[in-house]
């Protein structure tokens, strides 16, 4: 990002976001790294052997995962605000220092799970190492900061929203932003009960991916259709309240499909089968709306005489476009696949878990945040219409070909899981241990750690690809 074109109105907001992006494309590269530190000790257990154990890579992995998409997910709104408002974003200046209060967090808390691999479990340990609940690790100390950045977050979109312009796409980032961040609640307090504990936690996951951050992408989907190719704010913004609409209408009770086993009464079998399965549909219809607002401008002029069919950021419609087909494939389908109690019964908590938990994340939230961060790429460095590179084409094309090949994979090898350990096995002892001692699941774990090296290779192409675009002619006509 050398030449810095970021003046006049919203130059701040906008300036903060390229923290947020920056801080978020680092912690990427990080969750990767310790993917494939998980991966090798998959094929290889005593990998780093109380170095770093597997439990503390794979716990680096998935939560750096959630930290880059939050850190992404406010820096997009910063970069979109001044747009749709129309004004600089109110109490900048605040937001620009819980930034550093919340980078300086997530990094005292990645050395401390990086120093601290073992100990006990007692309040102390909650209170300054890890609460030991899967993707949300953080400890208390560093999730009370979470929540006073998240608050100040919550005030500035807020506060802006109601002095600027009120467009459609502001408005439900401001219901979605409070719903987003007083889930995280849901996660903090501690219960002696494991189902009772289990029961709350979904609140935060599940709603989370399957609710807020939906409804949230299909705002980020709105905004960039409007950026990139000039689309009818009114067409993208009817979108977007019928998918509000029937997001939180089938994600909320949708939870029931994490529900099935932990303890909780047996109806939420019923509940959790219907509103789960219902829960695809509004992804099929963020899906067809991309190509149908898309087609709808053809030939048309905008205000500057500029073609709207032309794609103002390949890069960033590359992304978006794989998040439309991501989303769809990743959430929807491999989602659907695992939904029902019948299905659920012999597939829960095997490889094909993680197949959809991979797909999903990549399809529906990677994909769309990395478009934004090539958005900001392009306003940063004043480029009216930004064309691929070499490396933008090929990272793209290694990080989503190494994310399919590694869906693939888990997909055979969660295959393996539910026919031997399950249904041959009827999921005793030793049928979990022979259902990953078979030769197809061996060759699953090679082939996903192949596929992983192919998507680091990615990773690099894509910082490489930001840190030069601003010197890069190609990029530009
Ligand atoms: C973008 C949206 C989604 C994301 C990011 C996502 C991600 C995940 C992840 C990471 C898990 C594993 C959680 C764990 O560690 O236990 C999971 C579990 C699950 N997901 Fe999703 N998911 C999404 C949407 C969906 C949808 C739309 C459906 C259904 C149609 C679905 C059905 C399920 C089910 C049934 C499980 C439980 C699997 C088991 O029993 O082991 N997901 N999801
Ligand atoms: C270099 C690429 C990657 C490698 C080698 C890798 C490897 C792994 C490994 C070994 C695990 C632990 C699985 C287990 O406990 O059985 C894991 C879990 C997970 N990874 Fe990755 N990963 C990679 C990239 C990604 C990406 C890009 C995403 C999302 C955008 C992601 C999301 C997840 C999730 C959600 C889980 C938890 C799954 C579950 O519990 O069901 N990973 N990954
Ligand atoms: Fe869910």
Redesign the pocket.
């Known amino acids: 990002m050398a030449n810095n074109h970021l003046t006049g109105i919203g130059s701040e907001s906008k300036e903060l976001a390229t923290w947020y992006f920056t801080f978020a494309a680092i912690l990427f590269g990080a969750q990767l790294l310790f993917g494939l530190v998980a991966a090798i000790q998959y094929v290889m257990p005593g990998f780093l052997f109380e170095v770093l154990d597997f439990s503390v890579a794979r716990m680096l992995h998935i939560n750096a995962l959630v930290v880059w998409m939050v850190f992404a997910m406010f820096g997009a709104v910063y970069w979109l605000l001044p747009d749709e408002t129309g004004i600089e974003t109110v109490g900048i200046k605040i937001g620009k220092l819980l930034f550093w209060v919340f980078a300086a967090a997530i990094v005292v808390v990645v050395l401390v799970y990086l120093f601290i691999q073992v100990g006990s479990a007692d309040e102390m340990s909650i209170w300054f190492i890890h609460e030991g609940r899967?993707?949300i690790e953080a400890p208390r100390w560093a999730d009370l900061g979470i929540v006073v950045v998240a608050l100040g977050f919550v005030a500035n979109l807020f506060l802006t929203g109601m002095k600027g312009k009120q467009t459609g796409i502001v408005t439900v980032l401001m219901a979605d932003m409070i719903a987003f961040a007083g889930l995280y609640l849901c996660g903090m307090f501690f219960t002696d009960n494991i189902s009772m504990d289990q029961y709350w936690w979904w609140w935060v996951?599940?709603l989370w991916?399957?609710a807020t951050?939906?409804v949230y992408v299909g705002a980020l989907a709105a905004y960039g259709l409007i950026t990139m190719l000039g689309a009818h704010r009114k067409v993208v913004e009817m979108w977007l309240w019928i998918e509000v609409t029937m997001l939180f209408g089938s994600g909320i009770l949708?939870m029931g499909?994490?529900y099935?086993?932990i303890g909780t009464p047996e109806y939420w079998w019923e509940i959790g089968a219907l509103f789960?399965?219902l829960?695809?549909l509004p992804?099929v219809a963020m899906f067809i709306h991309v190509l149908y607002d898309w087609g709808k401008t053809q030939g048309e002029q905008d205000a500057q005489g500029l073609e709207v069919s032309v794609i103002r950021n390949k890069p960033a419609f590359t992304w978006f476009v794989l998040n439309a087909f991501g989303?769809f494939l990743?959430?929807?389908i491999w989602?659907?696949f695992?939904?029902l109690p019948q299905v659920?019964l012999y597939?829960?908590?095997?490889q094909?878990?993680?197949a959809?938990?991979h797909l999903?994340?990549f399809?529906?939230?990677a994909t769309i945040l990395i478009g934004m961060m090539y958005i900001a790429i392009q306003g940063t460095n004043g480029i009216k219409v930004m064309n691929h590179t070499r490396s933008s084409i090929w990272s793209v094309s290694l990080l989503t070909g190494g994310m399919m090949g590694m869906t693939v994979a888990l997909t055979v090898a969660g295959y393996v899981q539910v026919l031997v350990s399950r249904a041959q096995m009827g999921a005793t002892w030793a049928g979990y241990f022979d259902g990953q001692s078979g030769m197809w699941f061996a060759q699953a774990m090679d082939w996903r750690l192949l596929m992983g090296v192919v998507m680091f290779l990615g990773f690099a192409l894509l910082a490489k690809d930001f840190l030069t675009t601003g010197k890069n002619p190609v990029h530009q006509r």
Request: proline fraction near 2%; charge should be negative; charged fraction near 10%.
């Open positions: 899967e993707y996951i599940h991916v399957e951050w939906e949708g499909h994490h099935f086993w789960s399965a829960e695809p992804l989303n990743g959430a929807g989602g659907f695992h939904t659920n597939t829960h908590g095997t094909f878990t993680s959809h938990g999903a994340f399809g529906a939230y």
